[in-house]
Nanobody, 122 residues
């Protein structure tokens, strides 16, 4: 089994910054995609940013130019640098890994962390 643990959330003023981290443990042969999702009160969970093993990134339109996702495959970690935070960014942030857990031909599995709270005040 693979476990993911997020950290770095907190309370900040609008315009401030936070850096989220997510560490994976367990048997991972290869990481295909690392991503951050968020879920705000009364809203659906949405994709914030993702990065592939080939270092291709995608961002939600609402965070482009403000957030940066980066991964470290050797450390099995993914980060989300969040700048110019807005109250609309308030949510629980979840990391998500798509991984292969053994060598050779195998399917890709998806794993989730428990989430970390980010609160942005005006």
């Amino acid at each position: 089994q693979v476990q993911l643990v997020e950290s770095g959330g907190g309370l900040v003023q609008a315009g401030g910054s936070l850096r989220l981290s997510c560490a994976a443990s367990g048997t991972i042969f290869s990481i295909r995609v690392m991503a951050w999702y968020r879920q705000a009160p009364g809203e659906q969970r949405e994709l914030v940013a993702s990065v592939t093993s080939g270092d291709r990134t995608n961002y939600a339109d609402s965070v482009k130019g403000r957030f940066t996702i980066s991964g470290d495959n050797a450390k099995k970690m993914v980060y989300l640098q969040m700048n110019s935070l807005k109250p609309e960014d308030t949510a629980v942030y979840f990391c998500n890994f798509h991984v292969q857990t053994r060598n050779g031909y195998s399917p890709t599995y998806s794993y989730w962390g428990q989430g970390t709270q980010v609160t942005v005040s005006s």
